[in-house]
């Protein structure tokens, strides 16, 4: 069993910055795939961003967002510069343990409770 504890969300001016922390309860080993998610209200949840021993990004925040993690403190983060209003939404960490990488939320066993994410114009 894997906890997730999101953390660092709040509200933000669009083209302002955050950066989001996801502690996992367990070893999270490099092959295991960390991905970030987020639903907007009234809208399916959609992948944003994975990593295990490379990074993937969804379109809409590539360029934009970064994610990374500490294998040490398992810990993997997210940070989102340049955002906008769209990005407004409920931001989830999730764990795979199976392999290959998955940018499908059903894909993924474990999850946070979410941090919000509002993003003012």
């Known amino acids: 069993q894997v906890q997730l504890v999101e953390s660092g969300g709040g509200l933000v001016q669009a083209g302002g910055s955050l950066r989001l922390s996801c502690a996992a309860s367990?070893?999270?080993?490099?092959?295991?795939?960390m991905g970030w998610f987020r639903q907007a209200p009234g809208k399916e949840r959609e992948f944003v961003a994975a990593?295990?021993?490379?990074?993937y990004y969804a379109d809409i925040v590539k360029g934009r967002f970064t994610i990374s993690r500490d294998i040490s403190k398992n810990t993997v983060y997210l940070q989102m510069n340049s955002l906008k209003p769209e990005d407004t939404a409920v931001y989830y960490c999730?764990?795979?343990?199976?392999?290959?990488?998955?940018?499908?939320?059903?894909?993924?066993?474990?999850w946070g409770q979410g941090t919000q994410v509002t993003v003012s114009s």
């Open positions: 367990a070893r999270t080993f490099s092959s295991y795939t």
């Open positions: 999730a764990v795979r343990r199976q392999f290959p990488y998955s940018n499908y939320a059903r894909d993924y066993e474990y």
């Open positions: 990593i295990n021993w490379r990074t």
